[in-house]
């Protein structure tokens, strides 16, 4: 397919490109597909389709991933939602559509809010660079090998800039198994504050990553390949492997000294 048309279905998804993702599926739940939010329903399809290197594959999208992608993205107003459940859906296409390993990704989505996708997103892709800029090879596999990993952020720039309520935001990932440890604090060092965040992922965390790359079959290589951007979904300025060189990076204020008590 020419590159020109496939900008154009994009801009302009409709039946053509719910055709292309869903291939035969979209035949089976077509009354139902109709009582979608339309406007969330194609914003999903066009993030799917992007995601997807072979339109022309013949592979269908699974019944049951589709049906849950569908009715619980299509009223979620965020583009970070769209994503996740887009590369959900092109995640379960195969040749005879039964494949429906991804059902258990639709349910975590669904169950965080669009703060808590975006916080996810950023963690794990920031993560995903370090890495592969490294070349430290990591066994994703091995849960204490990718648990012992690291990714410092900010906390001022988490907050104040990129809105995200970290507190409870990190707390929820971690109850969904989607981070084996988390920690917000200031560190002081010399006349220097540095409030920060950081997060330790987990093997399934990586697994929801990739999924909403629809990179499914490659989440092994996350340490070694960069899976790309959202472009929609701002990422912080500074992160860093370890607290040294997040303070290197960052310019945090500097601490006043103490007031001298006045005699």
């Not at 769209?82 to 429906?100: I, P, T």
């Not at 592969?132 to 720039?157: D, L, P």
């Not at 701002?234 to 290197?248: C, F, I, K, N």
Request: charged share 25%.
């Amino acid at each position: 397919m020419a590159e020109d048309e496939k900008k154009l279905s994009i801009a302009l998804p409709g039946e053509w490109a719910l055709q292309k993702v869903l291939g035969p599926t979209l035949t089976e739940i077509g009354t139902d597909l109709q009582r979608l939010y339309a406007k969330g329903r194609d914003r999903i399809i066009a993030k799917a389709y992007r995601k997807i290197p072979n339109p022309e594959d013949g592979k269908k999208a699974n019944l049951r991933v589709t049906r849950d992608a569908l009715w619980r993205g299509a009223f979620a107003d965020d583009e970070v939602c769209a994503e996740y459940f887009g590369g959900v859906l092109a995640s379960s296409r195969s040749q005879d559509g039964k494949d429906d390993a991804a059902i258990q990704f639709v349910d975590v989505i669904k169950s965080l809010s669009s703060k808590q996708l975006r916080l996810h997103y950023i963690i794990y892709n920031a993560l995903n660079k370090l890495l592969v800029r490294s070349s430290k090879r990591v066994n994703v596999a091995q849960g204490t090998e990718i648990e012992a990993q690291q990714v410092w952020f900010s906390a001022i720039e988490l907050l104040a800039e990129l809105q995200l309520s970290i507190d409870t935001d990190l707390n929820v990932l971690h109850r969904q198994g989607l981070l084996h440890r988390y920690r917000t604090d200031v560190h002081n060092e010399a006349q220097r504050v540095i409030p920060y965040a950081s997060a330790n992922p987990t093997t399934f965390g990586v697994l929801l990553y990739s999924a909403a790359h629809a990179r499914l079959p490659e989440w092994r290589a996350f340490d070694r390949e960069d899976f790309g951007d959202f472009s929609d979904i701002r990422m912080p300025a500074v992160y860093a492997s370890t607290l040294a060189e997040l303070a290197d990076k960052a310019g945090f204020a500097v601490a006043p000294p103490p007031s001298k008590k006045e005699k």
